[in-house]
């Protein structure tokens, strides 16, 4: 009797591993759109690292940047020390970003990821109001640390926190309700002294819920958000971990409501090339840390400032990446409209390069997703029932890969849904 030994991944990591499980396979190089496993298939990737890719695996322009910089000893760890490499992107992210868009912000380096992001905005917003309670929304996905998850909606995720989550209170997301009335009760809650509702120090908010199944909240619905916030001293958080850096079309996924966040946590894409770094952007007045009051020894990534530096003087000094990314999403909507007109119990949602196939019947989303990784296509899913095909393509995808991508994506759908 033959015994297969298990692989050294079965054999010493940990049963906590989730995305190898989806795709049994080990991968080894990644240009562009494409990943290698071991023996050289390729794979077309309509993940991106979770959003975190948004200009490709090992963007040749980016990696030459990086290339330079580790080359010529540049500082790699530095906490919060002021470093060249730090300067060089507040003054590309003031003079690109923050200037055109007429926002006044000060930034925050944090810990390396978005759950970092989204514990400091929490905190500050606390810390500034003198006030506990946070209102989040149903189906959001802040992270999986305690304050994040306290702000998440999934019962599954909420409960591997072990102790109780407090000091928040969900509301109902856009669509929530299948009318107009979410957030009649929101400003009923608020202003009623009987509600039970103390008043919050903070309101955080997805303008599209990536984890959530791709759910998308309508431009007035978020101006009308804004103006509940503003009108109460509520403090307004966008986090724009995933769908920031361009993901919906414009840099911000806030901007073409023309709403001004209080606070905005940004993290995944802003790197650019997939290294570890995060952003709070916050309204000056609310700067009210103390000296080391918020720190993390790995807030200081500069490997990953250079990159996210060249990322928006190559991408961001014109309109042509937002340009690009509406008209490939627009797309990618048609051919996902067509394929859903096309089968029982489908249907279609997203905005820019992000969009979501969303099945009645919930098994059949992940049978897709596996029927497509084995046919060449990374796709996962996402909902509350893991109902939701979702595609988060790179934005410099090509129409070809996009083209073949989709081609893909249409037969595994035509063969579960037969």
């Not at 606390?126 to 304050?147: D, E, P, Y």
């Not at 952007?281 to 400032?305: C, I, K, S």
């Not at 899913?381 to 988060?392: F, I, N, Q, R, Y």
């Given at each position: 009797m033959?015994?297969v030994?298990?692989?050294?991944?079965?054999?010493?990591?940990?049963?906590?591993?989730?995305?190898?499980?989806?795709?049994?396979?080990?991968?080894?190089?990644?240009t562009g759109?494409?990943?290698?496993d071991?023996?050289?298939?390729?794979?077309l990737?309509?993940?991106a690292?979770?959003?975190?890719?948004?200009?490709?695996?090992?963007n040749?322009?980016?990696?030459?940047?990086?290339?330079?910089y580790?080359?010529?000893?540049?500082?790699?760890?530095?906490?919060?020390?002021?470093?060249?490499?730090?300067?060089?992107?507040?003054?590309t992210?003031?003079d690109l970003?923050?200037?055109?868009?007429g926002?006044?912000?000060?930034?925050?380096?944090p810990?390396?990821?978005g759950?970092?992001?989204?514990?400091?905005?929490?905190?500050?917003?606390?810390?500034?109001?003198?006030?506990?309670?946070v209102?989040?929304?149903?189906?959001?996905f802040?992270?999986m640390?305690?304050g994040?998850?306290?702000v998440?909606?999934?019962a599954?995720?909420?409960?591997?926190?072990?102790?109780?989550?407090?000091?928040?209170?969900?509301?109902?997301?856009?669509?929530?309700?299948?009318?107009?009335?979410?957030l009649?009760?929101?400003?009923r809650?608020?202003?009623?002294?009987?509600?039970?509702?103390?008043k919050?120090?903070?309101?955080?908010?997805?303008?599209?819920?990536?984890?959530?199944?791709?759910?998308?909240?309508?431009?007035?619905?978020?101006?009308?958000?804004?103006?509940?916030?503003?009108?109460?001293?509520?403090?307004?958080?966008?986090?724009?971990?995933?769908?920031?850096?361009?993901?919906?079309?414009?840099?911000?996924?806030?901007?073409?409501?023309?709403?001004t966040?209080?606070?905005?946590?940004?993290?995944k894409?802003?790197?650019?090339?997939?290294?570890?770094m995060?952003l709070?952007?916050?309204?000056p007045?609310?700067?009210?840390?103390a000296?080391g009051?918020?720190?993390?020894?790995?807030?200081?990534?500069?490997?990953?400032?250079?990159?996210?530096?060249?990322a928006?003087?190559?991408?961001?000094?014109?309109g042509?990446?937002?340009a690009?990314?509406?008209?490939?999403?627009e797309?990618v909507?048609?051919?996902?409209?067509?394929?859903a007109?096309?089968?029982?119990?489908l249907?279609?949602?997203?905005?820019?390069?992000?969009?979501?196939?969303?099945?009645?019947?919930a098994?059949?989303?992940?049978?897709?997703?596996?029927?497509?990784?084995?046919?060449?296509?990374?796709?996962?899913?996402?909902?509350?029932?893991?109902?939701?095909?979702?595609?988060?393509?790179?934005?410099?995808?090509?129409?070809?890969?996009?083209?073949?991508?989709?081609?893909?994506?249409?037969?595994?759908?035509?063969?579960i849904c037969?």
């Amino acid at each position: 009797m033959t015994v297969v030994e298990p692989s050294v991944f079965e054999a010493l990591e940990s049963n906590v591993r989730g995305y190898c499980r989806s795709w049994p396979t080990v991968f080894d190089t990644a240009t562009g759109s494409v990943l290698r496993d071991e023996h050289g298939r390729e794979y077309l990737d309509f993940f991106a690292g979770a959003g975190s890719l948004n200009y490709g695996h090992n963007n040749p322009v980016l990696k030459r940047a990086l290339l330079e910089y580790l080359a010529g000893d540049g500082i790699t760890h530095g906490l919060d020390m002021s470093t060249v490499a730090k300067r060089r992107l507040l003054e590309t992210l003031r003079d690109l970003v923050l200037l055109p868009r007429g926002l006044d912000y000060k930034v925050q380096f944090p810990g390396p990821t978005g759950a970092n992001a989204v514990e400091a905005a929490l905190k500050l917003a606390r810390k500034v109001t003198g006030r506990q309670i946070v209102l989040n929304f149903t189906n959001a996905f802040h992270g999986m640390s305690l304050g994040a998850l306290a702000v998440t909606g999934n019962a599954a995720k909420r409960a591997g926190a072990g102790v109780p989550l407090t000091h928040v209170a969900p509301m109902p997301y856009d669509g929530y309700l299948g009318d107009e009335s979410e957030l009649r009760w929101m400003r009923r809650a608020l202003d009623d002294s009987s509600s039970g509702l103390d008043k919050p120090a903070a309101v955080i908010v997805e303008t599209v819920q990536g984890e959530g199944g791709v759910n998308v909240a309508r431009d007035r619905w978020l101006r009308e958000l804004a103006e509940v916030c503003a009108t109460r001293g509520i403090l307004l958080i966008v986090d724009d971990v995933q769908m920031g850096c361009g993901r919906t079309g414009p840099f911000f996924s806030f901007e073409t409501a023309g709403i001004t966040p209080d606070i905005v946590t940004l993290s995944k894409s802003i790197s650019g090339y997939g290294l570890p770094m995060a952003l709070v952007l916050l309204r000056p007045d609310l700067d009210q840390w103390a000296p080391g009051e918020h720190n993390g020894t790995f807030r200081g990534n500069n490997a990953a400032f250079v990159t996210a530096r060249v990322a928006l003087e190559h991408y961001w000094s014109d309109g042509a990446l937002q340009a690009a990314t509406l008209a490939k999403g627009e797309r990618v909507r048609a051919a996902l409209a067509d394929l859903a007109s096309g089968h029982a119990g489908l249907s279609t949602r997203g905005r820019g390069l992000v969009r979501g196939l969303v099945f009645e019947d919930a098994s059949r989303a992940a049978k897709v997703c596996r029927l497509a990784f084995e046919n060449g296509l990374l796709v996962e899913t996402s909902g509350s029932e893991d109902e939701v095909v979702k595609l988060l393509p790179p934005l410099t995808i090509t129409d070809d890969e996009l083209t073949r991508g989709l081609a893909v994506l249409n037969s595994a759908v035509a063969a579960i849904c037969r």
